[in-house]
């Protein structure tokens, strides 16, 4: 699979096989997220990886409860607060495996050196033929004590991106792209549309 494949074939993955991905499947995807940019070539990134299950119910379950205490203060309270209440709602979809990533937070551009490092796993991943998908829920109660505590995150660490990943049962559909929004400067040539994926 070549990057521009890779890229129009991953998906938000949240139905995965009881299948556990294998160790030698984590280290590529955490040797590929280690080749992502990153400012001043710093590469400050720490990958947490969990794949005890017992664990994941028990960051899904605490992480729950403190959404819940906190959702008055999300856009779409009600919706959200109805999910984090279902007890059958899993934060991370039963997947197998969990990759935090994070970086130390005095790094001046943490959360892009690390979103740059989690699209290389996602895009990875789906090279593997892998699921994967950024759980946003988790990312706040990562960064708190509790979770710090829980799963050995530095204190002088920011958790920025958590990615679940595991063997898809299913699919989504592919989704349709907008046109790239443009603005122009300088001398524009005669080129395929920009929302053409075989341009």
């Not at 989690?118 to 991943?125: E, F, G, R, S």
């Amino acid at each position: 699979m070549n990057v521009l494949q890779a890229i129009h074939s991953r998906r938000a993955v949240r139905d995965f096989t009881s299948e556990p991905v294998s160790e030698g499947m984590l280290y590529q995807l955490v040797s590929a997220a280690g080749w992502a940019p990153s400012a001043m070539n710093e590469q400050p990134w720490h990958f947490t990886i969990v794949t005890d299950a017992a664990v994941l119910d028990e960051i899904s379950g605490r992480a729950k409860a403190w959404l819940l205490q906190s959702v008055s203060l999300r856009p779409r309270a009600g919706h959200f607060r109805d999910i984090f209440a279902d007890p059958s709602f899993h934060l991370f979809y039963h997947a197998p495996a969990l990759v935090i990533v994070s970086a130390p937070a005095t790094t001046q551009w943490v959360k892009e050196d690390c979103a740059l490092a989690a699209q290389n796993l996602m895009l990875i991943a789906t090279d593997l033929k892998l699921g994967s998908c950024w759980i946003g829920f988790a990312q706040d109660w990562l960064n708190t004590p509790e979770a710090r505590g829980l799963l050995n995150l530095s204190e002088s660490n920011l958790a920025v991106a958590p990615i679940i990943v595991g063997h898809p049962k299913t699919l989504p559909p592919t989704v349709g792209r907008k046109p790239p929004q443009v603005t122009w400067l300088g001398h524009q040539l005669d080129r395929p549309g920009l929302s053409d994926p075989d341009a």
